[in-house]
């Protein structure tokens, strides 16, 4: 009512919405139309439909924006693209080289969508460690969120790299780096020193017996329960 759209101007987009409502949607955007995905309650996109519509927008290459969210990591990954069913916020890894190359060992098995912050000096050096550590994976590197200068850059860690040491892709100001996550298929031929063996590696990186079980688990085709007696007997 306060900016007085009139309700045949509303659409519902739902789950059961169906490919010919995004083909709809954006169709009326291609035709110069402005359109706004407004949830009824939550951040749009976080497990919700509207992911169908904004992955469309993307492939089209039709511009989409976010209005100003609870926090950076929450809107860039509304608009990367990147699934936003399942994700984990890492924030700003550690200063130390082997303790940053601990971390992203730690993450590199596990399946969920990865948000990372990161400041412009240190962008370049953080896709390579990223590229090495978890390979070509897609992803979107997001910088000044919700302000004149925004934009997201999307593809492969190594295509952004790229454009990043070509300086084709800006990095001045704040930046999120939206990165997949692990999309390999769960090991199941395995044998119990395999598994031992693994822990061990993990541990001997420094990290947790616990967070170690966690990789383990995301990798292999175990019970928690099997994975817990085997890990008794380290």
């Known amino acids: 009512n306060r900016y007085k759209i009139s309700p045949k101007n509303i659409i519902s987009f739902h789950e059961h919405s169906g490919r010919a409502k995004v083909e709809y949607i954006c169709q009326k955007l291609i035709e110069g139309k402005n359109i706004a995905l407004v949830s009824e309650s939550g951040t749009p996109i976080i497990q919700d ?101 925004e934009e997201a850059t999307r593809g492969r860690v190594s295509e952004i790299l790229s454009g990043v040491k070509d300086k084709k892709i800006k990095i001045k100001g704040e930046i999120v780096l939206v990165v997949d996550g692990f999309r390999g298929e769960l090991i199941r031929n395995f044998t119990e020193d395999d598994i031992k063996g693994e ?36």
């Open 49 to 149: 439909p509207g992911y169908e519509v904004i992955i469309e927008c993307i492939r089209r290459d039709i511009p989409l924006t976010i209005i100003p969210g609870p926090n950076a990591a929450i809107s860039a990954l509304a608009i990367s693209g990147l699934p936003a069913d399942s994700f984990l916020f890492v924030g700003f890894l550690p200063k130390s080289p082997s303790k940053r190359k601990n971390k992203l060992q730690e993450l590199s098995s596990l399946p969920y969508t990865l948000i990372f912050y990161e400041s412009p000096n240190r962008i370049e050096k953080f896709l390579a460690e990223i590229y090495e550590t978890l390979g070509d994976r897609k992803a979107c590197l997001v910088r000044e969120l919700t302000k004149i200068y």
């Open 199 to 234: 822990i061990l590696n993990l541990i001997s990186q420094g990290i947790s017996k616990k967070n170690a079980l966690k990789v383990v688990s995301s990798k292999y085709d175990i019970d928690r329960q099997t994975l817990y007696n085997l890990s008794t007997k380290i």
